[in-house]
């Protein structure tokens, strides 16, 4: 039985309770929150994407409100660090130091020299360091890669992702809103399809955005152009400055030589394959969420099954400088070169 711990019992925290719970090869033995509020609050939490609504139950766990403490009592296998983004590098990197293995929400870090630190004391450490880019393990978006990868329907010609939101005032202390604490919304949200893109499509050669400073203090819209050294044309538009009744959406349209694939989290059915010939055909989505899949990925790794290679902390770390890059080009109005 794998013993994990979580820090930061927050939203992501919550989900990664959930994931957890569902396993059979796992306990959940310590969780850490700084704020005795939070772990005392043990009702589900829904957020953009449904999930976390489960209520807790902590009997049995032990609690604490610093995480090196938690590291030193716990006897830990694994951590999941769900806290605010800016101290991603430095919990990940004390956990890695202590010997066990962490899973990490994205995003990685607020730059790419805490990034660099981080896969260099994974190097060192020889554990498993996952970064949470759960579209990744996102079902529709999976199939779309096999889709892409099998060739079926052609070469794709064009797409776009769109990942649209309320603005965020829910998150503990407001980090959320805090550009230099959280990375404003390009490297909150919008990095899920910068990292689908180049999970998908490979590094960019280059990158032109355009971005609007919004309640963060930093870009909070962005629309991005993803340059490579072929005709594809692929964008992703990303933010949270929507109006509050808007709620939040992600969806993609990607143009193959033979079909059109169409994807909407606000749509039923979520996915269709629109062939050049031929009926719509509507696949069949596997049950659960790209959270729960990740941390079942993340689980059968430290267990040390063979699992096929989804992310890599450097592919991670890549795309924390792709963010950079896109923001370098609003700041610069021009392209920025990647590759
Ligand atoms: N993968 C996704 O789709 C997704 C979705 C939402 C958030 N996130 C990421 O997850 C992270 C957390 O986001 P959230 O929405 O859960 O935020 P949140 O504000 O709901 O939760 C953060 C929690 O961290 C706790 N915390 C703050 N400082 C701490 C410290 N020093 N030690 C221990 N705990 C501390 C807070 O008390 C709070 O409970 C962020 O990096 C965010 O970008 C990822």
Same mark, same amino acid.
């Given at each position: 039985?794998?013993?994990?711990?979580?820090?930061?019992?927050?939203?992501?925290?919550?989900?990664?309770?959930?994931?957890?719970?569902?396993?059979?090869?796992?306990?959940?033995?310590?969780?850490?929150?700084?704020?005795?509020?939070?772990?005392?609050?043990?009702?589900?939490?829904?957020?953009?994407?449904?999930?976390?609504?489960?209520?807790?139950?902590?009997?049995?766990?032990?609690?604490?409100?610093?995480?090196?403490?938690?590291?030193?009592?716990?006897?830990?296998?694994?951590?999941?660090?769900?806290?605010?983004?800016?101290?991603?590098?430095?919990?990940?990197?004390?956990?890695?130091?202590?010997?066990?293995?962490?899973?990490?929400?994205?995003? #990685?870090?607020?730059?790419?020299?805490?990034?660099?630190? #981080?896969?260099?004391?994974?190097?060192?450490?020889?554990?498993?360091?996952?970064?949470?880019?759960?579209?990744?393990?996102?079902?529709?978006?999976?199939?779309?890669?096999?889709?892409?990868?099998?060739?079926?329907?052609?070469?794709?010609?064009?797409?776009?992702?769109?990942?649209?939101?309320?603005?965020?005032?829910?998150?503990?202390?407001?980090?959320?809103?805090?550009?230099?604490?959280?990375?404003?919304?390009?490297?909150?949200?919008?990095?899920?399809?910068?990292?689908?893109?180049?999970?998908?499509?490979?590094?960019?050669?280059?990158?032109?955005?355009?971005?609007?400073?919004?309640?963060?203090?930093?870009?909070?819209?962005?629309?991005?152009?993803?340059?490579?050294?072929?005709?594809?044309?692929?964008?992703?538009?990303?933010?949270?400055?929507?109006?509050?009744?808007?709620?939040?959406? #992600?969806?993609?349209?990607?143009?193959?030589?033979?079909?059109?694939?169409?994807?909407?989290?606000?749509?039923?059915?979520?996915?269709?394959?629109?062939?050049?010939?031929?009926?719509?055909?509507?696949?069949?989505?596997?049950?659960?969420?790209?959270?729960?899949?990740?941390?079942?990925?993340?689980?059968? #790794?430290?267990?040390?099954?063979?699992?096929?290679?989804?992310?890599?902390?450097?592919?991670?770390?890549?795309?924390?400088?792709?963010?950079?890059?896109?923001?370098?080009?609003?700041?610069?109005?021009?392209?920025?070169?990647?590759?």
């Amino acid at each position: 039985m794998l013993k994990i711990g979580i820090v930061g019992l927050g939203f992501m925290g919550k989900m990664h309770y959930r994931c957890y719970n569902s396993l059979d090869n796992v306990r959940i033995t310590a969780i850490c929150d700084a704020d005795a509020e939070q772990l005392n609050n043990t009702s589900g939490v829904s957020g953009n994407i449904s999930g976390a609504e489960e209520e807790l139950d902590l009997s049995g766990i032990q609690l604490f409100s610093d995480f090196s403490k938690m590291l030193k009592a716990a006897e830990l296998d694994a951590v999941s660090i769900a806290s605010p983004t800016f101290l991603h590098a430095a919990q990940t990197i004390e956990a890695l130091n202590s010997g066990i293995h962490v899973f990490c929400e994205k995003p #990685m870090a607020l730059n790419s020299q805490d990034c660099g630190q #981080m896969v260099e004391a994974t190097r060192r450490s020889g554990q498993v360091l996952q970064i949470g880019h759960c579209i990744r393990f996102w079902p529709e978006y999976v199939q779309t890669k096999e889709i892409i990868d099998s060739g079926q329907y052609g070469k794709v010609l064009a797409a776009t992702f769109q990942r649209l939101s309320l603005t965020p005032t829910w998150s503990w202390d407001n980090c959320f809103l805090d550009g230099k604490r959280s990375g404003g919304a390009m490297l909150d949200l919008h990095i899920h399809d910068a990292d689908y893109v180049h999970y998908v499509f490979g590094m960019p050669e280059e990158v032109f955005s355009r971005g609007v400073i919004g309640p963060s203090g930093d870009y909070d819209h962005t629309v991005t152009q993803y340059l490579y050294d072929d005709q594809k044309v692929i964008t992703a538009e990303g933010g949270w400055i929507m109006a509050p009744d808007f709620g939040f959406e #992600m969806s993609f349209k990607i143009v193959l030589e033979n079909a059109t694939l169409i994807y909407s989290s606000a749509q039923q059915p979520t996915f269709k394959i629109c062939p050049k010939d031929g009926e719509t055909i509507v696949p069949e989505i596997p049950d659960g969420d790209g959270y729960s899949f990740e941390i079942q990925h993340f689980v059968d #790794m430290i267990s040390g099954k063979s699992v096929q290679s989804v992310i890599t902390p450097e592919q991670s770390a890549d795309s924390i400088k792709i963010i950079e890059a896109e923001k370098e080009s609003i700041r610069k109005r021009n392209k920025i070169q990647l590759n």
